[in-house]
């Protein structure tokens, strides 16, 4: 009998992977973004990491079969409709989850970091 594995974050030295948003989705500033997945499980289509970047805002928009669940560590983000309404303010502590198609603008007001979990999995 296997026992499931039980994944450690301390024990993972992920590749650091840095990008900043493509120029037509950049709204305010260039903010620098540093990501590490520490998990993915393409059987299952699941994914964990952190997150971390500098200020600045950019439109956002997941697939149709994208969910992404995030914790933030540290700073203020806030993410909103295309038009800038149905404003979100998450810092430290908060949690929450942008759901598949949604598009909006995320916008880091101070430098911030989270946890996060992506699933992928097609509509059924």
Do not use: C
């Not at 450690?8 to 650091?16: C, G, L, N, R, V």
């Not at 994914?47 to 600045?56: D, V």
């Not at 997941?62 to 983000?77: C, M, N, P, R, T």
């Amino acid at each position: 009998m296997t026992h499931p594995t039980i994944v450690h974050f301390h024990d993972i030295a992920p590749e650091t992977t840095v990008q900043y948003p493509d120029p037509e989705r950049r709204i305010k500033g260039n903010p620098k973004r540093t990501a590490r997945e520490y998990f993915a499980n393409q059987l299952h289509g699941v994914r964990a990491g952190t997150w971390q970047a500098e200020t600045g805002s950019y439109r956002i928009a997941l697939a149709a079969d994208k969910h992404e669940f995030f914790h933030i560590i540290s700073g203020h983000v806030i993410v909103s409709a295309p038009d800038g309404s149905q404003s979100r303010h998450f810092g430290p502590g908060d949690s929450g989850v942008i759901t598949p198609g949604f598009e909006g603008i995320f916008e880091i007001v101070e430098a911030a970091s989270k946890f996060w979990v992506v699933t992928e999995h097609a509509p059924a």
